[in-house]
Structures are given as structure tokens and as C-alpha cells.
């Protein structure tokens, strides 16, 4: 069975930093694409960062050079480490593990950041 549980997210100020982390399990994680989605409300779920098995990485245009995305494939985990977070970040952040057979998704954890 797979599971995906994230942890971390919470309320910060604007300006502030937050750090999520996503750990899996059933999933060969090191042979995973990873990647961070998130959903304000009223709005579709959007791509924030993705980092592939080999590491590289990428960003939607709105977090670059603010957030960063890794992993450690010892302990199955990914990371987003979001700085000078502004109120438009808050979201349902979600973890995908896309896999080759299909993608699995978290349950989420909120972001909220005050004005």
C-alpha cells in the first residue's frame, strides 16, 4: 500500500519561512519523480516543484528563487523548503510520487500566510 504523509506547513507572516516534508512508503522512492503541488480555494491544483530521481529540479515561475525542493532517498522523504513566503502562497499543499505505473498524492497540509 502506498502511502504518502506530509507534515509540517502551519500559519506564518508574510516574509516569513516554512518548511514541508513528504515521506513514502510502498513506492520505489529513489526510481520517483517527486513533486509538490498545491490549491488555493477556487483554483486548480498547480505544479510548485518538482525534482526528478536523478535531482534535477524545477519551479513554477511564481516560487522561483524563493522555494527549493530536495530529497533524501535514505530516509523517502522530499522537502520544500519555501522562503519570503507572501500571502498568495496559501494553498493545500500536496506530494505527488510519480511513478511509472501512476502518480500517487498525499493528503495534503495547509499553508497559511498572513498579510
Known amino acids: 500500500q502506498v502511502q504518502l504523509v506530509e507534515s509540517g506547513g502551519g500559519l506564518v507572516q508574510a516574509g516569513g519561512s516554512l518548511s514541508v516534508s513528504c515521506t513514502a512508503s510502498?513506492?520505489?522512492?529513489?526510481?520517483?519523480?517527486m513533486a509538490w503541488y498545491r490549491q488555493a480555494p477556487g483554483k486548480q491544483r498547480e505544479l510548485v516543484a518538482r525534482?526528478?530521481?536523478?535531482?534535477?529540479?524545477n519551479y513554477a515561475d511564481s516560487v522561483k528563487d524563493r522555494f527549493t525542493i530536495s530529497r533524501d532517498n535514505a530516509k523517502n522523504t522530499v522537502y520544500l523548503q519555501m522562503n519570503s513566503l507572501k500571502p498568495e502562497d496559501t494553498a493545500v499543499y500536496y506530494c505527488?510520487?510519480?511513478?511509472?505505473?501512476?502518480?500517487?498524492w498525499g493528503q495534503g497540509t495547509q499553508v497559511t500566510v498572513s498579510s
Open positions: 510502498g513506492i520505489i522512492f529513489r526510481l520517483s519523480t
Open positions: 505527488s510520487a510519480q511513478t511509472v505505473a501512476r502518480d500517487f
Open positions: 525534482i526528478t530521481s536523478g535531482g534535477t529540479t
